[in-house]
Nanobody, 126 residues
Framework: QVQLVESGGGLVQPGGSLRLSCAAS??????IGWFRQAPGKEREGVSC????????YYADSVKGRFTISGDKNLNTLYLQMNGLKPEDTAVYYC?????????????????????WGQGTQVTVSS
């Protein structure tokens, strides 16, 4: 059984930064990434990384501002978020699955990834 626990969310002013963490217990599958869901909107892909080849994928809306990374085995996954905007406000989830569903930025069904964390709230507001 895989458990994913996100942390690092909070309230930040526009232009600020946050670093999200996702700690995985048990194994993780080849793809692991970050997803978000804003109130009244569908869950969407933010960023994903493939363990076997290190390829990373980003939603166009976060390219140049967000960076996905992790430890050697990606048992801990990070999302460094810089230049935050009010439209980044959402619950951010970590999930792992067989492959990154690209492109990022599109809505994603929970069934597309095998395991999900409980989410962490990110609020960008002045």
């Amino acid at each position: 059984q895989v458990q994913l626990v996100e942390s690092g969310g909070g309230l930040v002013q526009p232009g600020g930064s946050l670093r999200l963490s996702c700690a995985a217990s048990g194994f993780t599958l080849d793809a692991i990434g970050w997803f978000r869901q804003a109130p009244g909107k569908e869950r969407e892909g933010v960023s994903c990384i493939t363990k076997s080849n290190g390829n990373t994928y980003y939603a166009d809306s976060v390219k140049g501002r967000f960076t996905i990374s992790g430890d050697k085995n990606l048992n801990t996954l990070y999302l460094q978020m810089n230049g935050l905007k009010p439209e980044d406000t959402a619950v951010y989830y970590c999930a792992t699955g067989l492959k990154c569903r690209v492109p990022m930025g599109r809505s994603v069904q929970t069934g597309a990834y095998a395991y999900w964390g409980q989410g962490t709230q990110v609020t960008v507001s002045s």
